[in-house]
């Protein structure tokens, strides 16, 4: 954007972000400290504004004379301690001075030339001070088991993958470490994002909601909490709806997981999982209109764990060797049958490993269908669980969740005979 412009201009960018950087955070603090007496505050609109300019002059002197850009942003950053130095041993709030400190950091980024990056994390820095009520409220709600969850997907999203080697390795040249990884980090994130939903809306909101948002990580472990409720006599009557609508949005999982990590398959497979998409939806829908009101969500338990999520890397490295050999012996009509076989007892593995085929192993059709396939299995699964823990009290959530799964083998078999 800034590569046609003179260079006096671009020089100026820089520093006028720096600037803006600086303005931004000061209009914030001014805002946040305008109850303290004049003269109390250290820093306000005007000492950012100017703060965020002189950072930014250092950074573009920094460009040509790198000891005499460096001598004025210490100097910054030494008159910051200067500054705040006494109050912090009074008032312990050190946001104020982590905050200038953040500003000096950006403008100066920005007076370097990097001019997008800096004007990020000043949206960033102005963003996180601007929500204090709202963490701070967020922080309250935490309980032990959210911060293991944090800590866990912590370490599986950035403890690990960064050290992964990036090549083809192993059998049939079928591994990649890096990219096994990623994929366990792509499915427990969204795990993680539902659970992270589901501890802000879900319980606040009643059993339907819990449900729903549940259901975008694990619609099994939603089925079975409800119709243990359900069964017990404890519920308050919207278990059987829920249960219908925990399905219905897994149906929309995968058809987003296909997206993302099999996209080949992607136009077939959301053809064949429309109708009972409808029927799921429609058939939650007419659960959730004869439910009585229920406040008392029911969420599933932690979905973020070390084991499960290595236990999964091997289940997918082991998949993606036996597809390459069933590649090489029985062509597609074997792969399709190790997808659904997979699939089975993972669905998510099923879809990573029909993604990581080659084109030319099996049609987009056929494959659709074998991930499909994985999706009857289970929601059979999801069948005999509402029965057996409910009982009659989970019927009408049984026939709801039949009924879709009815339609999709429909489907499936019409897809088959265009083979």
Excluded at 144 to 170: E, M, N, S, T, W
Excluded at 348 to 360: N, Q
């Amino acid at each position: 954007m800034m590569e046609g412009l003179e260079p006096w201009a671009r020089e100026a960018i820089g520093v006028g972000a720096g600037f803006v950087i600086g303005l931004l955070v000061g209009l914030e603090r001014g805002f946040n400290l305008r109850a303290k007496r004049a003269g109390t505050r250290v820093a306000g609109f005007r000492t950012f504004a100017l703060l965020g300019l002189g950072a930014g002059l250092a950074g573009r002197l920094a460009v040509d004379q790198p000891v005499a850009g460096a001598a004025l942003l210490l100097g910054i950053v030494a008159l910051l301690g200067f500054a705040y130095g006494p109050r912090l041993k009074k008032n312990p709030d050190a946001t104020s001075p982590v905050a200038a400190l953040a500003v000096t950091g950006a403008a100066f980024l920005a007076g370097t030339g990097s001019v997008g990056l800096a004007l990020a994390s000043g949206a960033i820095i102005v963003f996180v001070l601007a929500s204090r009520d709202q963490l701070h409220d967020f922080v309250d709600r935490l309980d032990a088991k959210d911060i293991q969850a944090l800590a866990r997907f912590a370490v599986i999203a950035l403890a690990v993958l960064p050290f992964l080697p990036d090549h083809d390795f192993g059998p049939y040249d079928a591994w990649n470490a890096s990219k096994l990884w990623w994929v366990v980090v792509l499915v427990t994130g969204f795990s993680f994002a539902g659970y992270v939903a589901n501890r802000l809306f879900g319980a606040r909101h009643g059993t339907v909601a819990t449900a729903l948002i549940g259901g975008a990580y694990s619609s099994t472990a939603v089925t079975q909490s409800l119709a243990q409720r359900a069964g017990s006599g404890e519920g308050g009557g919207a278990e059987q709806a829920g249960i219908a609508l925990a399905s219905a949005v897994m149906y929309l999982r995968v058809i987003v997981l296909v997206a993302l990590l099999a996209q080949r398959f992607l136009l077939p497979f959301v053809l064949l999982l429309a109708p009972a998409l409808v029927v799921a939806w429609g058939a939650g829908w007419w659960l959730y209109r004869s439910a009585p009101s229920d406040k008392e969500g029911a969420p599933p338990g932690n979905p973020i764990a070390l084991k499960p999520a290595l236990f999964f890397v091997v289940f997918l490295a082991i998949a993606a060797v036996a597809a390459r050999w069933a590649e090489g012996r029985f062509g597609e009509q074997g792969i399709a049958v190790l997808l659904f076989m997979m699939g089975s007892l993972d669905v998510d593995a099923s879809i990573v490993t029909a993604g990581g085929l080659p084109p030319e192993a099996i049609g987009a059709l056929l494959g659709a269908i074998a991930i499909g396939g994985t999706i009857i299995a289970n929601m059979a699964v999801k069948i005999g669980i509402t029965l057996a823990y409910a009982r009659k009290e989970g019927l009408r959530a049984a026939i709801a969740l039949a009924a879709s799964t009815l339609v999709l083998a429909a489907s499936l078999a019409v897809g088959w005979t265009r083979l």
